[in-house]
């Protein structure tokens, strides 16, 4: 789940609004980054895509979510390294990766309606 916590600190978190809002951002960056599976990518799609990627690693970090923070943080830094041109074999990995590791975010606990 979230690293290393509490069981019940670990809920707290999940049932928080900051993890809801960090969930659906990631589902969105990740949805949005598909274009990560073209052939090329122009220098501003790569740092676009290197900020979303760069968002996700901080939330990760946060939430104690050391996989999904690493391997996000790695394909920022790819992205954006000189001389690398459009998309290649190991931003895909990456992105493939960071697709599996999302799919298993516990879902936010949501939070019974006040009375």
Same mark, same amino acid.
């Given at each position: 789940?979230?690293?290393?916590?509490?069981?019940?600190?670990?809920?707290?978190?999940?049932?928080?609004?900051?993890?809801?809002?960090?969930?659906?951002?990631?589902?969105?960056?990740?949805?949005?980054?598909?274009?990560?599976?073209?052939?090329?990518?122009?220098?501003? %799609?790569?740092? $676009? /895509?290197?900020?979303?990627?760069?968002? =996700?690693?901080?939330?990760?970090?946060?939430?104690?979510?050391? *996989?999904?923070?690493?391997?996000?943080?790695?394909?920022?830094?790819?992205?954006?390294?000189?001389?690398?041109?459009?998309?290649?074999? %190991?931003?895909? $990995? /990456?992105?493939?990766?960071?697709?599996? =590791?999302?799919?298993?975010?516990?879902?936010?606990?949501?939070? *019974?309606?006040?009375?």
């Amino acid at each position: 789940m979230l690293g290393k916590m509490t069981e019940d600190i670990e809920k707290k978190l999940l049932a928080g609004a900051a993890y809801s809002i960090f969930f659906e951002e990631v589902q969105r960056h990740i949805a949005s980054s598909k274009i990560l599976e073209r052939d090329a990518l122009t220098v501003e %799609e790569r740092k $676009e /895509l290197s900020m979303r990627f760069h968002t =996700i690693k901080g939330g990760a970090g946060f939430f104690k979510m050391k *996989a999904l923070s690493e391997h996000a943080g790695k394909l920022e830094t790819l992205l954006m390294s000189p001389g690398t041109q459009g998309c290649f074999p %190991e931003a895909r $990995e /990456l992105y493939k990766e960071i697709c599996e =590791i999302a799919k298993s975010m516990p879902e936010p606990v949501k939070q *019974a309606e006040p009375k």
